[in-house]
């Protein structure tokens, strides 16, 4: 037996509500560490938290392919971490492991198949990467702009990205430049967030959509109207954006953050003249899920760490230190509060 810290769903923000750092709470707990065959022990080393999980704290999480938590039960989500000890033969002590359901607790014994092994040569030996830029997020952004952006290099093309200094945005904005686009404009939050787009990450331009007229700022950034949207917020900010583009363009409609603390459907409904301007420009605006492209996923993390090694893909990370922050990490990064991914570190 060994002592363990963990986080369990405290509370329910309510459907309408705003998530508190106190819907979560961190528990003492013991953990039987005499393995079974095919069980393997891992001490947790990086946490995620990512948007989607706002929907697993209702009761009905509104969709067939996520469950909600269950209250006074550990957390879960995607997680990096060490093999300390190994009755599974694809494990050894030592192994760096990852899964998309890694409990929020500080050691754990899961069953080996629900683990994938991880090279750390991948990432030059960042492991937090793994839950970003060659996780889940560098997936989402790569797959969203090849399979719905319909970027072609040469073809002038202008990118806009919301959400754009988030774990997903910040690295959609520089794929879009990577394969052809020639200008990419980024929508934020901050004057910080805008300089840190431009000056470290290669967008074209930034807006800041909590200052002055959004409408505005694009015309200004985008004087050629906008072919790909790379949609991570809905909302008024969407419909700015949608409204100044151009025939034949291509909405990617990766999230809605904006809408996530509200019962609606997903996705959203959009306002009338929104969905006018749709049909009227013969716009695809296509739902993206990074689950139905599973297939392509070992090519386009290769692809990822490729360009993250070559310094063609800047990684930004925001984050914050202990099990006991993980609540406080992932209210922040729903209100924005990060740059880049947003990771809760829990051992060495």
Same mark, same amino acid.
């Given at each position: 037996?060994?002592?363990?810290?963990?986080?369990?769903?405290?509370?329910?923000?309510?459907? $309408?509500?705003?998530?508190?750092?106190? $819907?979560?709470?961190?528990?003492?707990?013991?953990?039987?560490?005499?393995?079974?065959?095919?069980?393997?022990?891992?001490? #947790?080393?990086?946490?995620?938290?990512?948007? *989607?999980?706002?929907?697993?704290?209702?009761?009905? #999480?509104?969709?067939?392919?996520?469950?909600? +938590?269950?209250?006074? @039960?550990?957390?879960?989500?995607?997680?990096?971490?060490?093999?300390?000890?190994?009755?599974?033969?694809?494990?050894?002590?030592?192994? #760096?492991?990852?899964?998309?359901? +890694?409990? +929020?607790?500080?050691?754990?014994?899961?069953?080996?198949?629900?683990?994938?092994?991880?090279?750390?040569?991948?990432?030059?030996?960042?492991?937090? *990467?793994?839950?970003?830029?060659?996780?889940?997020?560098?997936?989402? !952004?790569?797959?969203?702009?090849? @399979?719905? &952006?319909?970027?072609? =290099?040469?073809?002038?093309?202008?990118?806009?990205?919301? &959400? =754009?200094?988030?774990?997903?945005?910040?690295?959609?904005?520089?794929?879009?430049?990577?394969? &052809?686009?020639?200008?990419?404009?980024?929508?934020?939050?901050? @004057?910080?967030?805008?300089?840190?787009?431009?000056?470290?990450?290669?967008?074209?331009?930034?807006?800041?959509?909590?200052?002055?007229?959004?409408? !505005?700022?694009?015309?200004?950034?985008?004087?050629?109207?906008?072919?790909? *949207?790379?949609?991570?917020?809905?909302?008024?900010?969407?419909?700015?954006?949608?409204?100044?583009? /151009?025939?034949?363009?291509?909405?990617?409609?990766?999230?809605?953050?904006?809408?996530?603390?509200?019962?609606?459907?997903?996705?959203?409904?959009?306002?009338?003249?929104?969905?006018?301007?749709?049909?009227? /420009?013969?716009?695809?605006?296509?739902?993206?899920?990074?689950?139905?492209?599973?297939?392509?996923? @070992?090519?386009?993390?290769?692809?990822?760490?490729? +360009?993250?090694? !070559?310094?063609?893909?800047?990684?930004?990370?925001?984050? #914050? /230190?202990?099990?006991?922050?993980?609540?406080?990490?992932?209210?922040?990064?729903?209100?924005?509060?990060?740059?880049?991914?947003?990771?809760?570190?829990?051992?060495?």
């Amino acid at each position: 037996m060994s002592r363990i810290l963990r986080v369990v769903l405290h509370s329910r923000p309510g459907k $309408n509500g705003e998530p508190i750092p106190e $819907n979560f709470r961190v528990e003492e707990g013991t953990l039987q560490t005499d393995l079974k065959p095919g069980e393997v022990l891992v001490r #947790t080393l990086y946490l995620s938290v990512d948007p *989607y999980m706002r929907c697993r704290m209702n009761d009905d #999480t509104g969709t067939d392919y996520i469950s909600p +938590w269950a209250l006074s @039960e550990c957390v879960d989500g995607g997680g990096v971490g060490v093999v300390e000890s190994s009755c599974h033969d694809a494990f050894s002590e030592g192994d #760096t492991a990852t899964s998309f359901s +890694w409990r +929020w607790q500080t050691h754990d014994v899961v069953e080996g198949g629900r683990l994938q092994k991880l090279d750390p040569e991948l990432v030059n030996g960042r492991l937090s *990467y793994f839950l970003g830029a060659v996780g889940m997020p560098g997936l989402t !952004a790569l797959l969203g702009v090849r @399979e719905k &952006g319909h970027v072609k =290099a040469g073809a002038n093309q202008t990118m806009v990205v919301s &959400g =754009a200094a988030g774990a997903c945005g910040s690295l959609a904005g520089q794929i879009g430049r990577l394969d &052809g686009c020639t200008r990419v404009v980024g929508i934020c939050g901050s @004057e910080r967030k805008c300089q840190v787009l431009v000056s470290e990450l290669g967008f074209t331009s930034a807006v800041n959509y909590r200052h002055g007229d959004v409408s !505005a700022a694009l015309r200004e950034s985008c004087p050629d109207g906008v072919d790909v *949207y790379f949609d991570n917020v809905g909302g008024p900010v969407s419909d700015a954006v949608i409204a100044q583009m /151009n025939k034949d363009g291509h909405v990617i409609l990766c999230g809605q953050i904006s809408q996530y603390n509200k019962d609606v459907p997903y996705p959203p409904p959009l306002k009338k003249e929104t969905q006018e301007a749709l049909l009227r /420009n013969n716009i695809t605006r296509e739902r993206f899920m990074v689950l139905n492209y599973m297939e392509k996923h @070992e090519a386009g993390l290769l692809q990822l760490s490729q +360009w993250v090694k !070559a310094g063609q893909l800047k990684v930004l990370e925001t984050i #914050t /230190n202990g099990i006991e922050n993980m609540g406080v990490a992932f209210c922040s990064m729903m209100t924005g509060g990060n740059v880049g991914k947003q990771i809760v570190k829990i051992s060495d």
